[in-house]
């Protein structure tokens, strides 16, 4: 689990508190319409509804940002593959 204790103050003497440890992935695409990415998104958010997914198509690379306490590329990149667009891990 990446859960990660951290000291908060007036805990009511339990001094700790559990916090999510969020992973960022940002991806290269060649997803170019609203429309698909909100297709795709609703998608990737039915294999991952824990995380906060979003494309930025203004940008050159066509971004897909991932965030989730795991995220395992591969399977990303396959889901959008299935659907008949690129996609890679931006480094």
Do not use: W
Request: net charge negative.
């Amino acid at each position: 689990m990446n859960d990660l204790l951290a000291a908060r103050p007036n805990t009511g003497g339990h001094g700790f508190s559990r916090l999510k440890v969020m992973i960022v992935e940002v991806f290269k695409t060649n997803v170019d319409e609203i429309k698909i990415a909100e297709k795709l998104v609703k998608q990737l958010l039915g294999y991952f509804p824990d995380s906060l997914i979003n494309f930025d198509l203004e940008d050159c690379d066509k971004i897909l940002r991932v965030e989730a306490a795991t995220i395992v590329p591969e399977q990303i990149i396959a889901i959008l593959k299935s659907n008949g667009y690129s996609c890679k891990v931006l480094i």
